[in-house]
């Protein structure tokens, strides 16, 4: 957005200056629908709410970008997440678009087929008892290199489950 300001002459220049929102969408295993009553969607969606409605109704305010990354968990085939994190970013922004009529809105879409520093970031939130084995996993094996397979068997398959669950 382009804030308005006056010099010390009286004159009117334009300042850029940007303005960033996260939000953590739920969505249910495998599904890429913008859903509000979902998990914890309505307080997530609410930041969206909070943050575009002044945007869009200030007449001095031109939105130059609108960017939007969509994630997908982990588990399952690298392809396949790749697959749903494009659905989930793309699925936002349709939902953006709707909630808002940001038809005409430049937006940049882009996505993360497996989010591992979302979870080590978790993992360091929460502090799990598997929590230094699980990393020691992630800092020593590659994506393609088995990373999931260890990750499966480390602890008789225990992180992994309740990683999925929580």
């Known amino acids: 957005p382009l804030e308005r300001s006056e010099d ?6 334009e300042v850029e200056r940007r303005v960033a929102v996260t939000l953590y969408v739920d969505y249910p295993r ?5 859903d509000p009553s979902y998990g ?3 307080a ?3 930041k969206a709410e909070n943050m575009l409605v002044p945007l869009l109704g200030d007449p001095d ?5 609108i960017r939007i990354t969509g994630y997908a968990s982990p588990d399952g085939a ?6 749903l994190s494009k659905a989930r970013s793309l ?3 349709a939902y953006l678009t709707r909630s808002y009529g940001l038809q005409d809105y430049p937006f940049r879409t882009a996505w993360v087929a497996e989010d591992w520093e979302g979870l080590v970031d978790l993992l360091e939130r929460d502090d799990p008892p598997y ?6 996993v992630i800092g020593r094996y590659g994506i393609f290199n088995g990373r999931e397979k260890y990750l499966m068997e480390l602890q008789g398959g225990y992180p992994y489950k309740d990683m999925l669950r929580n």
């Open 44 to 46: 997530e969606l609410r």
């Open 40 to 42: 914890n969607n309505y």
């Open 78 to 83: 690298y392809y396949d997440n790749e697959a």
């Open 8 to 13: 010390y002459s009286g004159h009117k220049q």
């Open 91 to 93: 699925g936002f922004r």
């Open 131 to 136: 929590r230094e084995a699980v990393l020691r």
């Open 30 to 34: 495998g599904g890429s629908r913008v």
């Open 61 to 65: 305010i031109h939105i130059k970008e």
